[in-house]
T-cell receptor
Framework: QKEVEQDPGPLSVPEGAIVSLNCTYS??????FMWYRQYSRKGPELLMY????GNKEDGRFTAQVDKSSKYISLFIRDSQPSDSATYLC????????????FGQGTRLTINP | ETGVTQSPTHLIKTRGQQVTLRCSSQ?????VSWYQQALGQGPQFIFQ???????GRGNFPPRFSGLQFPNYSSELNVNALELDDSALYLC?????????????FGPGTRLTVT
C-alpha cells in the first residue's frame, strides 16, 4: 500500500464548476500537508500549505485536512481554463529530513 | 528574488553511462532536495543536502549520489544508467530556518536513457 493515495483522474469539468481533489494517507506521523500545481513539462508550484488539521482558504482555493480520517482535500471554486494542470498532494512528518511524500497527481482539465 | 534553476533542461544518455545534473537553490535557502518523477507519477524523494552533507535518503541505490557546495548549489550524479532512470529530475530548495519547511521546485531536467 502506498503511503499517499491520489485518484489520478483524469478529471474534466466545465468552466465555473467547483472542483474537489482528494488524497488519503496511511502514515499518522504526517503533520504538514501541501498541494502543488504542475503544468505540463514544468516543476511543481506550491499552491497551499496546511499544518495539522483544519481549513485554509486562499482566493478561489480551499484546503482541508482531516487527520482523524487521514484525508485531505483541495477545493477550487469558479474554476478557470488556466487551472488546467496536474495537482499533486504532498505530506511530511515533523521530524527528520524535509522529505515530501507525494500522491500520484490528478490531471485536471477545465473546459471553456 | 532568484528562483530555483536547473541545468541542463533535457539530456539523452545511453544505458551504462554516467550523468550529472545541476541545481542552484533559491536565494536565502540552505537546503536542497532531489526528486525523481516518472511519467504519470508523483515525485519520489531521492535525497536531501543541508550544510554540504546528505541529510536523509529515499529508496534509491548508491549509484545515485550528490553534492552540495558552499553556495548551497547542488549536483545529482547517477552512475551506470538504466532505462528505468528515464524521468524528470526535480530539485527543490528550502530554508531550515523557516518553521514551515516549504519547498520550492525548479523546472526539472528531463533525462532520457536509451
Amino acid at each position: 500500500q502506498k503511503e499517499v493515495e491520489q485518484d489520478p483522474g483524469p478529471l474534466s469539468v466545465p468552466e465555473g464548476a467547483i472542483v474537489s481533489l482528494n488524497c488519503t494517507y496511511s502514515n499518522s506521523a504526517f503533520q504538514y500537508f501541501m498541494w502543488y500545481r504542475q503544468y505540463s513539462r514544468k516543476g511543481p508550484e506550491l499552491l497551499m500549505y496546511t499544518y495539522s488539521s483544519g481549513n485554509k482558504e486562499d482566493g478561489r482555493f480551499t484546503a482541508q485536512v482531516d487527520k482523524s480520517s487521514k484525508y485531505i482535500s483541495l477545493f477550487i471554486r469558479d474554476s478557470q481554463p488556466s487551472d488546467s494542470a496536474t495537482y499533486l498532494c504532498a505530506m511530511k512528518g515533523f521530524q527528520g529530513a524535509q522529505k515530501l511524500v507525494f500522491g500520484q497527481g490528478t490531471r485536471l482539465t477545465i473546459n471553456p | 528574488e532568484t528562483g530555483v534553476t536547473q541545468s541542463p533542461t533535457h539530456l539523452i544518455k545511453t544505458r551504462g553511462q554516467q550523468v550529472t545534473l545541476r541545481c542552484s537553490s533559491q536565494s536565502g535557502h540552505n537546503t536542497v532536495s532531489w526528486y525523481q518523477q516518472a511519467l504519470g507519477q508523483g515525485p519520489q524523494f531521492i535525497f536531501q543536502y543541508y550544510r554540504e552533507e546528505e541529510n536523509g535518503r529515499g529508496n534509491f541505490p548508491p549509484r545515485f549520489s550528490g553534492l552540495q557546495f558552499p553556495n548551497y548549489s547542488s549536483e545529482l550524479n547517477v552512475n551506470a544508467l538504466e532505462l528505468d532512470d528515464s524521468a524528470l529530475y526535480l530539485c527543490a530548495s528550502s530554508s531550515r530556518t523557516e518553521s514551515t519547511y516549504e519547498q520550492y521546485f525548479g523546472p526539472g531536467t528531463r533525462l532520457t536513457v536509451t
